[in-house]
């Protein structure tokens, strides 16, 4: 599975990059990065053992990307649940530097199975990509909005290292 994983993801990675978001596709960008960064904890873990420098640095690289990407999404559909569009363009941007570090560190290692190379979406992108949301979100009825929420949420929170 991790194999199949991997073959995919310079596909996704392309794609994630050059496409136009549109209110259909915005989660797919998001549940994308998700994937990435799954693949790459699965890469670490394959080949480091825990307790190892590259293992350790990996980790914390991956919780502080993590905190920062999961408090982006969770800002943005708390805020759309309630019908509040915000500026959470610092939010997605900590989110793009985080993962960004995270990424960098790990394609930085020496496998012995040489994977891909994953390319977060921009920070702009990001800021896309929550307007697109956003305006999804304007489209349903509020009693459909707290639900919607919780749903995406659940799709697009990245894993805590542990449970990957």
């Given at each position: 599975?991790?194999?199949?994983?991997?073959?995919?993801?310079?596909?996704?990675?392309?794609?994630?990059?050059?496409?136009?978001?549109?209110?259909?596709?915005?989660?797919?960008?998001?549940?994308?990065?998700?994937?990435?960064?799954?693949?790459?904890?699965?890469?670490?873990?394959?080949?480091?053992?825990?307790?190892?420098?590259?293992?350790?640095?990996?980790?914390?690289?991956?919780?502080?990307?993590?905190?920062?990407?999961?408090?982006?999404?969770?800002?943005?559909?708390?805020?759309?649940?309630?019908?509040?569009?915000?500026?959470?363009?610092?939010?997605?941007?900590?989110?793009?530097?985080?993962?960004?570090?995270?990424?960098?560190?790990?394609?930085?290692?020496?496998?012995?199975?040489?994977?891909?190379t994953a390319v977060f979406v921009a920070a702009g992108l990001l800021i896309d990509i929550g307007d697109k949301l956003y305006s999804a979100f304007r489209?349903?009825?509020?009693?459909?909005?707290?639900?919607?929420?919780?749903?995406?949420?659940?799709?697009?929170?990245?894993?805590?290292?542990?449970?990957?």
């Open positions: 599975m991790l194999r199949s994983m991997i073959a995919a993801i310079p596909l996704l990675s392309i794609h994630s990059v050059q496409a136009d978001v549109t209110d259909a596709t915005a989660l797919d960008f998001l549940r994308v990065e998700k994937t990435k960064a799954a693949v790459m904890v699965l890469q670490v873990k394959t080949e480091f053992l825990p307790g190892s420098p590259e293992y350790t640095i990996a980790r914390q690289k991956y919780t502080a990307a993590q905190q920062a990407f999961n408090n982006y999404t969770k800002a943005m559909l708390g805020n759309y649940a309630l019908g509040v569009k915000t500026d959470l363009s610092a939010s997605a941007q900590l989110a793009y530097s985080k993962a960004t570090d995270f990424q960098a560190y790990v394609s930085t290692l020496d496998f012995k199975h040489k994977g891909f489209k349903k009825q509020k009693e459909e909005l707290s639900a919607m929420a919780r749903e995406y949420s659940l799709q697009v929170t990245w894993d805590d290292w542990d449970k990957l």
